[in-house]
């Protein structure tokens, strides 16, 4: 069995601007990691093993028209959309949706692979098994 620790690259639309701190906060002892997984905030970060994008990509530049882009560095069945916000208040571009290949959200249907509903705002454990290639609820 691998031992290896999957390396999940977190990135928000505030992600060049704010420090991590109110993300560590989710995590026992403010330590980035579940398990075998170790997440990073750092938008620079090079090399990780899945890039999981909270409602939106950092935008490139100060300039609001600047839109937010990521060269993956992990496979594209290796991607994740978490959406916070209710279709009622904010919808997702399909192009964008389109770019993950799983998406964790409370909102509508979806033709993307979606992991299990639930609201966003409660601590939720999602486990990636050892083969880094299905979910399942802890």
Known sequence: ???????????????????????LRQFPGQNPAWGRCRFVFDADAPEYDWLAVYDELPKEGEEQ???????????P????????????????????????AC??????????????????NVNTAIVITSDATTWRRR
């Open 65 to 75: 028209s600047l839109r937010g882009r990521e060269e993956l560095a992990c496979p």
């Open 103 to 120: 998406l964790l959200t409370s909102s509508g249907s979806t033709s993307r692979r979606v992991l299990p509903r639930s609201s966003t």
């Open 1 to 23: 069995m691998n031992k290896q620790p999957i390396i999940v690259k977190f990135l928000t639309k505030t992600s060049r601007q704010e420090r991590p701190d109110k993300w």
């Open 77 to 100: 069945l290796h991607t994740i959309l978490i959406t916070a916000e209710p279709s009622s208040i904010k919808i997702y571009g399909r192009r964008f949706v389109r770019q993950f």
